[in-house]
């Protein structure tokens, strides 16, 4: 295999010895090509695998996308109908302002006082007329009104100390062995 010349010479074992060097150098040159190539399929298994990673993540950015985008449209939905149900409640309350603004301005102009005191939100009509519970409530059905419900002390408060000398009737009905609300609600006890 090896080519030697003699055994006894140092030059003969300096050419074995590069002989040897230049024969495992030329298996080496063989056997690195199957190394790279083994180097290749390595590195093309690892960019399919981040070619797959990154297509799953993009379907799951895009996923993720579609769904804020479907909650985005509900929600904006359900907003444009709050705001059309509050334009058309603004729109309501707005009549009844100048419907009761109207009204203000006839009784001015017949030259009626004023008999109604606002509190809280609520209007209460001061009648000097000395009625049954029945007519007053009848009265203030007229009126477009009713008979007072107390749910609250402030309020309670209020018409005792509004109406500290008069008597007042409130819309508490005793029916069926129990006091109600004339909007057939229960009294709170005290």
């Not at 149900?85 to 729109?91: A, D, H």
């Not at 008069?166 to 009905?173: Q, S």
Request: aromatic share 12%.
């Amino acid at each position: 295999m090896f080519e030697s010349e003699s055994s006894d010479s140092p030059d003969a074992i300096y050419i074995n010895v590069d002989s040897a060097r230049r024969l495992n150098l030329r298996i080496t040159e063989k056997q690195q090509p199957l190394q790279h190539t083994e180097n290749v399929s390595v590195m093309n298994r690892k960019h399919r695998a981040a070619g797959v990673c990154l297509c799953l993540l993009c379907f799951l950015l895009l996923t993720a996308v579609i769904v804020l985008c479907a909650c985005y449209t509900s929600e904006r939905k359900q907003l444009l109908t709050q705001i059309s149900n509050l334009t058309e409640e603004r729109v309501q309350i707005m009549n009844d302002k100048n419907r009761m603004d109207s009204w203000l301005n006839e009784q001015d102009q017949q030259g009626e006082p004023l008999k109604w005191i606002y509190y809280n939100f609520s209007f209460y009509y001061i009648s000097s007329e000395n009625k049954s519970w029945s007519d007053s409530r009848r009265d203030c059905q007229q009126r477009g009104a009713d008979l007072a419900i107390l749910r609250e002390a402030s309020e309670k408060k209020f018409l005792l100390k509004a109406f500290e000398n008069n008597y007042f009737w409130t819309g508490l009905i005793y029916t069926e062995n129990r006091w109600i609300w004339i909007d057939d609600t229960k009294t709170a006890t005290g």
